[in-house]
């Protein structure tokens, strides 16, 4: 699977989170996934990142648009204060 399908992927994930506490999940699921397999995980943060910018805040509801929101910032973190 590419890194552009993956972080597609983890997108349809973040569209069903309810809560902070699950966007989280998703996010370190996959990093955690992504590290197992040797992939670069910065570009699959960069790409990921970028997929969520591109959304169209017209076509989201007030959850998907907080949840998504809150993932821009939980990757920024992620990438500046890696775990």
């Given at each position: 699977m590419t890194l552009?399908n993956?972080a597609?992927s983890?997108l349809?994930?973040?569209?069903?989170?309810?809560?902070?506490?699950?966007v989280?999940t998703?996010?370190?699921d996959?990093v955690d996934q992504?590290?197992?397999?040797?992939?670069p995980?910065?570009?699959?943060?960069n790409?990921?990142?970028?997929?969520?910018?591109?959304l169209?805040?017209?076509?989201?509801s007030?959850?998907?648009?907080?949840?998504?929101?809150y993932?821009?910032?939980?990757?920024h973190?992620y990438?500046?204060?890696?775990k």
């Amino acid at each position: 699977m590419t890194l552009e399908n993956y972080a597609s992927s983890v997108l349809k994930q973040l569209a069903e989170a309810q809560n902070y506490p699950q966007v989280e999940t998703i996010i370190t699921d996959a990093v955690d996934q992504l590290a197992n397999k040797s992939h670069p995980i910065i570009e699959y943060l960069n790409e990921l990142e970028r997929k969520i910018q591109d959304l169209s805040p017209l076509l989201l509801s007030s959850t998907q648009f907080s949840c998504y929101r809150y993932a821009l910032v939980y990757l920024h973190n992620y990438v500046v204060f890696p775990k």
